[in-house]
């Protein structure tokens, strides 16, 4: 039997991660009574209901809240201290409050000052998604074995991380626990440098002369069009993260930096070994994510 996780739970912002969660929600019936959209978004909120992605749908996330034991921002970062100065005042206790961005240190400085008494904070941030943005892209098999790691203060209420834990068990993902600076220095290096990496790549491609532009495109092997994969990705989600992520991204970045300089010299002066012990560990990592079902 499916336990009720929520009575009334708001999904602020209905693009590829809300829209997913909802979604995923369809697939699992019994975990939440009454599924409510927010998004300032008219094309998005009106999308959303001809999906048929929830229950009721609101343009002001201030009234949507009203009444929630649970509520989700699933917008950009950079957005989240003017929504939760917004909707503070209508949350009621014994409200669990969380998110899905993939910053912690910037969400817990931006959210925490604003939370009521009474209502819990428990930050998340999903290890899912594709380049794909809005309504549409939602997908019901997006946490599926994925990880979702979850940043609770140190006295954070142990029901409220329980419960958090269990809707994304709910919705098929495995869920970790760490502190937000530890978080923070994680994704930097598997996911906000990998992000920073695609997107200067495709810039250097869009900057070549006509001639080279058109030559890189049309023969582009699978390598760059992964990195282009990547690159199509929303602007200003990655924009808020890359800003509100800053330190650690700067300093995965400057560890990249003196290794892609050792790798060139390498290459200039034939230092075969050295190559070959770099692609050599790539393949085990490939291999290792492989193995735990993480590629």
């Known amino acids: 039997m499916v336990e009720l996780l929520f009575k009334r739970l708001v999904i602020i912002g209905i693009g590829h991660i809300g829209a997913s969660i909802a979604r995923t929600l369809q697939t699992v019936p019994g975990t939440v009574e009454t599924l409510v959209i927010a998004d300032t978004s008219p094309a998005h909120l009106a999308r959303a209901k001809e999906l048929g992605l929830g229950t009721e749908y609101f343009a002001d996330p201030s009234g949507a809240v009203k009444g929630a034991d649970g509520v989700i921002l699933c917008t950009p970062v950079g957005s989240f201290a003017t929504i939760a100065e917004a909707i503070a005042p209508h949350l009621m206790k014994g409200c669990i409050l969380s998110d899905v961005g993939s910053t912690k240190q910037s969400v817990w400085r931006d959210v925490s000052p604003f939370v009521p008494e009474g209502v819990q904070f428990v930050p998340a941030h999903p290890l899912a998604g594709t380049e794909f943005s809005g309504p549409d892209a939602g997908l019901p098999d997006l946490f599926k074995g994925r990880w979702c790691l979850l940043t609770p203060a140190e006295n954070a209420d142990a029901a409220a991380v329980q419960k958090i834990e269990a809707l994304w068990a709910a919705l098929g993902a495995r869920t ?120």
């Open 176 to 295: 970790a626990k760490m502190t937000t600076a530890h978080h923070d220095r994680v994704v930097a290096i598997v996911s906000h440098l990998p992000h920073l990496i695609a997107f200067t790549i495709c810039g250097t491609a869009d900057d070549l002369a006509d001639e080279m532009r058109e030559e890189v495109l049309q023969f582009a092997a699978s390598g760059f069009r992964d990195f282009t994969r990547i690159a199509a990705s929303d602007p200003v989600m990655w924009r808020d993260t890359f800003l509100n992520n800053k330190d650690a991204l700067l300093e995965m970045f400057s560890r990249f930096s003196e290794d892609a300089q050792a790798m060139a010299r390498a290459v200039r002066w034939g230092d075969t070994g050295y190559i070959e012990d770099k692609i050599n560990r790539s393949r085990k990592i490939r291999k290792s994510l492989i193995d735990i079902k993480q590629a």
